[in-house]
């Protein structure tokens, strides 16, 4: 097993494993539906929109994935880092 996860309870480590996994994914699929649009970040793809440099449908749609995977990518971050900030303080 990882060093990372020798301090936890097995669950924990489990638990973090996985959502380690998830923000893996959700990074990449994230970079990937931007790179289709040619977008550095979700805000450029929402500006490209608004200025009509991109048709609104579907890169809108588009926007929308982006923003719902970049939320789940912090969503996980924050949740693995709060995990071994408890784990750490034991």
Do not use: F, W
């Not at 977008?39 to 588009?62: K, Q, T, V």
């Amino acid at each position: 097993m990882d060093p990372v996860y020798s301090a936890l309870p097995p669950d924990d480590a489990a638990h973090v494993q996985r959502l380690s996994r998830l923000m893996y994914e959700s990074r990449e699929n994230c970079r990937d539906v931007l790179n289709a649009l040619g977008a550095g970040s979700a805000d450029e793809l929402l500006a490209r929109i608004a200025h009509a440099e991109l048709p609104e449908h579907p890169a809108y749609e588009h926007y929308l994935a982006a923003r719902i995977l970049a939320d789940t990518h912090e969503i996980a971050r924050s949740e693995v880092a709060r995990i071994l900030k408890e784990a750490n303080a034991q």
